[in-house]
């Protein structure tokens, strides 16, 4: 790396893990491709020795990305659990229930206007900050709309205020995963993404847990207020952080941020290694997506209350998944990312038995229920810690947020597209067979990590 930023003469190829290469770097007197090659050695460059784990735990970066996870998710899990529950608890059947999946799709589709973060920065606060402020903004103002809805007459006008509430936290992701990405060496990229992870899931008691609770004391209108105040949280941060030195170079064109993030991931190791990628990246999360698409429509129908899955199905999860997150982190510093994707999916496979378990014995056991909850909290957390440090490594540094959001985009189709139909499969099949089924989708995504991240293959440099 020190002699492509010294200007060697010799093309050089960059090696990323799953057997993808960069094309050969042009030799110094290719200013553009010079500029590029000094930007990535910046932002991929690591120090000799691994970082200590107090080191690697107790710095300002990670504590960024305890807010970049909390904000991130809070209008995530709002969709996911709270109008969900709210929905339910107001008479509206399963089946239109699983439809307003289809008002996430903005998190699928959110890489078609990513070139647009990555080429424009907004007045005053910068290219990342600036569009970071503006979509929170958005969503403090949004979310308290919900409790002017009445489900059983407006329900059209929900599903329309839902899709502008995902299209705001799609458009906040785009520009809060590029940040991170940014801001983190591949070094802390495992431990960054667990603690962003960790943060994500635990924003998800506020609008799961918090807020059904307050739904039993006050109306909702109320409820959707003290959950929209949540967001402040992340607007501090971004008031609070500077912008990262490598989002000041923003590529020259338009058409350059829409096509290049393409082309250089299809060009980087051939589109057959990039098909395995996508692929992976599909399919990876799919089985335990599914399942907790209806969480808290199945605990009402196992006969849990609103209160009891406020105080034990969202909390029963959360030191398991802190502590699970943390040592998961820590533990990728040490084996590295590929290993992570093996290890913390296959416990992500096992943890979905336990909904499978929990619908087999059918009766409200509040102890069985804490103890599938926290096992599923290690189980994800861990899974999606590892799976979003591999996507962060996959991005370009030029592309961060086209290429960030086409990858998550990517990891969200089952959440919309395929968890619509969650609905329908479960009044076909019950709900034991329908996690049965979650169980064996998951095991797709886990044969393709023989191509995508072998275990044997050797940590890179940057990851040391």
């Known amino acids: 790396m020190q002699s492509r930023m010294a200007g060697a003469k010799t093309p050089t ?5 799953g057997g993808m290469t960069a094309p050969p770097v042009a030799s110094a007197p290719d200013t553009n491709l010079a500029r590029h090659e000094t930007i990535t050695s910046i932002a991929r460059v690591a120090p000799a020795v691994a970082p200590s784990w107090r080191d690697a735990v107790f710095n300002r970066r990670m504590l960024i990305c305890v807010f970049t996870g909390f904000s991130s998710g809070l209008p995530l899990y709002l969709l996911l659990n709270l109008l969900p529950a709210w929905l339910r608890s107001e008479g509206v059947d399963l089946k239109a229930i699983g439809l307003f999946a289809l008002v996430q799709l903005p998190y699928t589709w959110k890489f ?10 907004l007045p005053a606060f910068g290219r990342r900050r600036g569009w970071m402020l503006a979509t929170q903004m958005l969503l403090l103002v949004s979310i308290p709309l919900f409790g002017e809805q009445h489900p059983q007459q407006d329900l059209w006008s929900i599903a329309y205020l ?22 983190l060496p591949d070094a802390e990229l495992g431990l960054g993404n667990a603690i962003h992870v960790n943060a994500y899931r635990i924003s998800s008691l506020v609008p799961g847990a918090l807020s059904l609770i307050l739904a039993d004391l006050f109306p909702w209108s109320t409820v959707y207020l003290v959950t929209a105040l949540f967001m402040l949280p992340g607007i501090a941060m971004t008031l609070a952080v500077a912008e990262p030195t490598i989002a000041k170079q923003p590529p020259r064109t338009l058409v350059e941020a829409a096509v290049e993030p393409f082309h250089e991931f299809i060009t ?4 057959r290694q990039a098909l395995l990628i996508v692929t992976f990246i599909f399919l990876y999360k799919l089985g335990d997506s599914m399942a907790t698409a209806l969480a808290t429509p199945f605990y009402l129908d196992m006969g849990f209350t609103k209160t009891d899955i406020g105080l034990i199905a969202k909390n029963a999860g959360l030191w398991m998944s802190v502590v699970g997150a943390l040592l998961g982190g820590l533990w990728m510093v040490k084996i590295g990312i590929n290993r992570g994707l093996w290890i913390f999916g296959v416990v992500q496979l096992v943890s979905i038995l336990g909904f499978a378990w929990l619908a087999h014995v059918n009766r409200a056991d509040k102890l069985l229920l804490a103890g599938v909850i926290g096992f599923e909290a290690l189980g994800v957390g861990l899974g999606t810690a590892a799976f979003v440090a591999f996507i962060a490594r996959a991005t370009d540094p030029r592309y961060t947020a086209t290429q960030f959001a086409l990858f998550t985009s990517l990891a969200a189709i ?10 329908w499969i479960v009044e076909r099949m019950g709900w034991l067979d329908f996690y049965l089924l979650c169980a064996l989708l998951a095991i797709p995504g886990m044969l393709l990590l023989w191509r995508v ?5 050797p940590m890179t440099r940057n990851e040391r």
């Open 112 to 121: 078609l206007w990513a070139p647009l973060i990555d080429r424009y920065a």
């Open 414 to 423: 089952p959440r919309t597209l395929v968890n619509a139909t969650t609905g």
């Open 162 to 183: 839902a899709m502008i509430v995902a299209l705001f936290s799609a458009t906040q992701d785009i520009a809060l995963d590029a940040f991170r990405r940014e801001i």
């Open 268 to 271: 980087r190791s051939g589109w």
């Open 13 to 17: 190829n960059r090696v990323y893990n």
């Open 453 to 457: 991240a072998p275990w044997q293959e």
